[in-house]
């Protein structure tokens, strides 16, 4: 529908310059630079080196997503910017270029929260959020379970990684098999060719006792790594997709369980999914298999809206645009501890 | 000619609006942290205080350090996007330079001078310019206490300068750059055609990263090594 706001959305917040652009809930246009291969012989990301690498690909990343959307800059009615949380110097150049371009087009400006972003993206696959929904978001910097009443504004946190987040995880463990980074593609990989019963690994946090909606996963990687060297001790090769399968088991098996009692006890009837480890391949078919047996609606979008780009935070700041939110100032500042309670930053 | 201009190299976030004949407004913030909070809402205040608009804008200069990274990218990639919105050129002037310029026009110095910045980790970023205002060594970085005797013997301008008054022995104003010497300055290159920079940063130093040893053994008195 032509008269729904065009959105353009920057995200800047880790490794990816992300460029989309939305009218509505329609995906345009998801340009993507990504300074991964730059990082990789580091074994994670070089904050100054993603930085470097925003400010060179801001404006060709923009002319591609105009160019591919099919829209002047001059159609642009608002201006999305992920003003946290993530790499502060990392985040600043985002926000200082979706400030230059709010000044120079004269429209708003609005500095919206990276992990309600992820949440949101799947309207541009599904249709609108439902409201409330529990939100499982798993990524590289986070784990958290959200109670989501309204994703502009009201966001509650039930639980979160005490430790490690579970893409933090999957890094790690691959780093233990020698299998490079990111390490959670390469593992989903591996983990086909493997039997993912094949070891029992622990499941933090599960006992009767532990916090419901927390999570933990250093237990889990200190004891693959335990595992494995006990195996390189003793001059035996590696199984390593048997560990894969039964690692990726073990970190799917705790978040799903949890996601699902987390609907249960809150009266939620859908599930969303977001975040770079909710493209895994083993979480989303056995996140389904639980959701379709306790009568869960089930909502993730594909693995390509699930790990960062500009599309997620066009998606939200396209909302607060349909639900009348007053626009931030240009004096937000770049907050890479925004709290997921926050879903705009305002002045 | 109306060229917007700004700097956000240093602590002083500067903002300055020039048609050709002068500076037609101005503004300077002090602060450090702070660049990506006060540079948008000067340049609007800017634009308002000399009763223009954005659109009027027909060129757009911005120092291009050096200085510390992340005050410097606010400041470029602001640039950028305003010119890449506004289809306008975007002039980089080398922050010193800026620096250098102000010193001159407030007569603080005459003869050849040195110019320098904080470049933190007990380095500055500095530059040599002769009688007629003319950079004639760097940009570079190093320790104060390293620089040649003949350079540190200079009248010496900026924040670098007064931090290292021990070392540079004859210290004077302005202490940072303002948008309005930035502006001039670059009124002057593209009039009398002296040409100005890309608008790239220039950092100077290569970014800081390690390349991890290996990962680390877990169980104590285990092999090490990857599987
Ligand atoms: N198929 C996958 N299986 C498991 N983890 C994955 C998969 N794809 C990506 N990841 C993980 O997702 C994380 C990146 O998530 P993303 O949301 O893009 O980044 P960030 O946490 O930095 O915002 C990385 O830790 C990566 O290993
Ligand atoms: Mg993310």
Same mark, same amino acid.
């Given at each position: ?57 801001? &404006? ?14 001059? $159609? ?70 959200? !109670? ?24 790690? &463990? ?80 705790? !978040? ?92 | ?11 002083? &976030? ?82 010193? $330079? ?15 001078? &040195? ?38 013997? !200079? ?73």
């Amino acid at each position: 529908m032509a008269d729904e706001p065009l959105v353009l959305g920057i995200e800047t917040s880790c490794d990816e310059t992300g460029i989309g652009i939305v009218r509505g809930t329609t995906l345009l246009a998801d340009a993507v630079a990504s300074s991964v291969d730059e990082h990789a012989r580091f074994g994670g990301v070089v904050p100054e080196v993603a930085s470097r690498a925003h400010l060179e690909a801001m &404006v060709p990343t923009v002319r591609r997503a105009l160019a591919d959307a099919g829209v002047t800059m001059h $159609d642009i009615d608002a201006i999305a910017v992920t003003s946290g949380p993530g790499l502060a110097g990392a985040l600043l150049v985002g926000v200082a270029a979706a400030k230059g371009y709010a000044v120079a087009l004269d429209k708003p400006l609005y500095g919206v929260n990276h992990l309600a972003s992820h949440v949101c993206v799947d309207q541009l696959e599904h249709g609108k959020l439902p409201e409330p929904c529990m939100a499982l978001l798993v990524s590289g910097g986070h784990s958290s379970l959200l !109670l989501v009443p309204d994703i502009t504004a009201d966001v509650r946190p039930l639980g979160s990684t005490i430790d490690d987040a579970a893409g933090e995880a999957f890094d790690k &463990v691959a780093r233990v098999l020698g299998l490079g980074f990111p390490g959670g593609p390469v593992i989903d990989r591996w983990a086909r060719e493997g039997d993912r019963s094949a070891i029992v690994f622990p499941r933090g946090l599960t006992g009767p006792r532990d916090a419901p909606f927390d999570f933990s996963f250093s237990g889990l990687k200190t004891s693959v790594a335990r595992w494995v060297e006990a195996r390189q001790r003793a001059g035996e090769t590696v199984p390593v997709a048997d560990v894969a399968a039964s690692f990726q088991e073990a970190v799917v098996d705790v !978040l799903t369980r949890k996601a699902i009692r987390a609907c249960k006890e809150n009266g939620v009837e859908h599930l969303m999914m977001g975040g770079g480890v909710s493209a895994n391949s083993r979480l989303r078919a056995l996140a389904q298999e639980r959701c379709d047996a306790a009568g869960i609606v089930l909502r993730v979008p594909r693995p390509g809206l699930c790990t960062d780009n500009g599309a997620m935070v066009a998606a939200l700041g396209a909302e607060m645009v349909a639900r009348d939110r007053a626009p931030s100032t240009l004096s937000i500042p770049a907050d890479s501890s925004m709290p997921v309670t926050v879903s705009q930053a305002l002045s | 000619m109306l060229l917007l201009a700004f700097d956000t190299a240093t602590p002083a &976030v500067t903002v300055a609006l020039h048609d050709d004949s002068g500076v037609l407004a101005d503004s300077t913030r002090v602060d450090a942290r702070r660049q990506g909070e006060l540079l948008a809402p000067g340049i609007v205040d800017v634009l308002r205080a000399a009763g223009r608009t954005r659109a009027e804008l027909t060129d757009i200069a911005v120092g291009v350090g050096p200085g510390p990274y992340t005050g410097l990218r606010v400041g470029i990639v602001t640039a950028l996007a305003l010119g890449d919105a506004l289809g306008v050129p975007v002039h980089g002037v080398c922050t010193l $330079d800026a620096l250098a310029y102000a010193a001159r026009r407030d007569g603080t110095v005459t003869g050849p001078f &040195v110019a320098a910045t904080d470049a933190r980790r007990k380095e500055v970023y500095w530059a040599r310019y002769d009688e007629a205002g003319a950079r004639v060594e760097g940009p570079a970085v190093d320790r104060a206490g390293e620089l040649a005797e003949e350079v540190r013997g !200079l009248p010496a301008v900026g924040a670098g300068a007064a931090l290292y008054a021990s070392e540079f022995g004859d210290v004077r104003l302005p202490e940072h750059p303002d948008a309005a010497a930035l502006a001039a300055f670059a009124v002057e290159r593209l009039v009398g055609g002296g040409g100005l920079l890309a608008a790239e940063p220039l950092y100077l130093r290569r970014p800081d990263a390690q390349v991890p040893v290996g990962y680390k053994v877990v169980t104590p008195g285990g092999p090490g090594g990857r599987a």
